[in-house]
């Protein structure tokens, strides 16, 4: 189930791109989900407010994250919940797996959490004998189908009713050509209550942790964090540094912004406040880094860290709706994926800042208000510096500027161009051109604009 690819954005969104009825659907159920949340932001006269007060509510967490975070842990701690640090990805799993181990759990179930999609904690605890079930229904889908997640909130946004019904088919015995969502959803139902039932463990994500009370919330529309955690004798969640907000009242903030943005609800289903563990249980935190702390310190990224993750800004992309998740071959996907992605590998992930319009519309949806596109614009800057963007396209474009910088070159590389595109098209619309492959290049015109005028002027005079 490992995202790792050697093909970079404009290649898998060909692949995506190969089923056209599919790329027509995704887009146009995402931007039903975008105009969802328009509905419900709109209902609310202070919409603006909460996003600016929940923007600088964040901006004071991340100018002083450490003292929140051992204020945290502090509480936590007198709560009765046992904290560990993980500094990366490796750390956290190794804290995980050691948990398990040392109380000879080889089964647990797990609730969505992106984190441990970054960390792949599945596919560690799998190597290391552990069964992980995905209680989320999306998640559980897309962990049958043996595929990450292409969506932070809807995790198997890509697929059609009809797949998910020969996966349960395949999976877990349901009738053969069944489809219908209800029945699909009641097959799944039956098959994750023995899970429940039967598993000591239960790991789950952490959307917001308060530092005043050491407390955790977890959201969910399906109960199924809850279920999990009620039911195991250890509950572990994994945590990033970025999580935590001052005092419980700012959770007000955030949870009206939250659904609303995902998905247009007034709130979750189910907001679940995590404080202390039941007598006989366990409640252990798992804080993670990861190269939080680096993008913290990067002035012009910092804001990325304010992200919720209500996908907001993957729902209303233009470039997201029609290359599909996948294409971004990170755990987050979409406009914040592209501008996470790069400071945990600049060169793994130099593809990602390029793939966007820059139109700005993830900006204007942030509940957050992160200036997302602006990021992505710097992120290229960076990139380019860096030496991570591909050799062949640094050189074209010295040779653009150079072009654009001179009318004698201009006008020469504008008719040697409409030559090319005439009697030689093959140069430039081939497979060596990925952006060619989604798109049909225009016809060139006989003239520039600069002789059609002047060739009008000289009529006129
Ligand atoms: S960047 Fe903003 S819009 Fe995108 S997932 Fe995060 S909070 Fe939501």
Redesign the pocket.
């Known amino acids: 189930m490992s995202t790792a690819t050697t093909k970079d954005h404009p290649h898998l969104a060909a692949e995506f791109n190969r089923d056209e009825p599919r790329v027509n659907w995704h887009d146009e159920t995402l931007w039903w989900v975008r105009a969802k949340r328009d509905i419900a932001a709109h209902k609310l006269p202070e919409w603006e407010l909460l996003r600016e007060t929940a923007s600088q509510i964040k901006f004071n967490v991340l100018s002083n994250l450490s003292t929140y975070l051992e204020q945290f842990e502090a509480n936590a701690i007198k709560n009765g919940i046992i904290v560990h640090w993980a500094a990366d990805a490796a750390e956290h799993n190794q804290i995980v797996h050691n948990l398990l181990e040392q109380r000879g759990i080889t089964k647990m179930v797990k609730s969505k959490s992106m984190l441990t999609e970054e960390c792949h904690l599945n596919e560690y605890l799998k190597e290391q004998g552990i069964d992980v079930i995905d209680s989320d229904l999306g998640e559980r889908i897309v962990q049958l189908a043996n595929e990450p997640p292409s969506h932070?909130v809807l995790p198997c946004i890509h697929k059609k009713k009809e797949e998910i019904g020969d996966i349960f088919h395949e999976h877990l015995g349901s009738a053969k050509g069944e489809s219908d969502p209800k029945i699909l959803t009641e097959t799944a139902r039956q098959h994750l209550r023995e899970v429940f039932l039967t598993r000591r463990a239960a790991l789950t994500g952490v959307n917001f942790a308060v530092a005043e009370t050491g407390e955790f919330v977890i959201c969910t529309n399906e109960g199924n964090a809850d279920m999990g955690a009620h039911l195991a004798e250890i509950h572990i969640a994994s945590m990033g540094i970025e999580k935590i907000i001052p005092e419980r009242k700012h959770l007000g903030v955030f949870l009206r912004l939250l659904t609303r943005?995902?998905t247009g609800q007034p709130i979750t289903t189910y907001s679940s406040h995590f404080s202390k563990p039941q007598d006989g249980t366990e409640i252990h935190i798992v804080i993670v880094d990861n190269g939080r702390s680096i993008q913290l310190g990067r002035e012009e990224f910092r804001n990325?860290l304010?992200?919720?993750?209500?996908?907001?800004?993957?729902n209303t992309c233009p470039v997201y709706r029609k290359s599909g998740g996948h294409s971004y071959h990170t755990a987050v996907a979409?406009?914040?994926g592209s501008i996470l992605a790069p400071n945990l590998d600049m060169k793994k992930y130099a593809d990602l800042p390029f793939a966007s319009t820059l139109c700005g519309s993830?900006s204007n949806?942030?509940?957050?208000k992160?200036d997302?596109h602006d990021q992505l614009y710097k992120w290229r800057q960076v990139i380019v510096k860096e030496g991570y963007s591909p050799k062949a396209k640094t050189m074209a474009m010295k040779a653009m500027a150079l072009t654009l910088a001179s009318p004698t070159l201009y006008r020469m590389g504008g008719k040697t161009g409409r030559l090319v595109f005439k009697y030689a098209p093959f140069a430039v619309n081939n497979k060596l051109n990925p952006w060619y492959n989604q798109r049909e290049m225009p016809k060139a015109p006989d003239e520039s604009f600069g002789e059609w005028y002047a060739k009008r002027k000289g009529a006129k005079n």
């Not at 304010?306 to 993957?314: H, L």
């Open positions: 932070i943005s995902a990325s304010k992200c919720i993750r209500c996908g907001a800004c993957m979409g406009p914040i993830c949806v942030c509940p957050v992160i997302i």
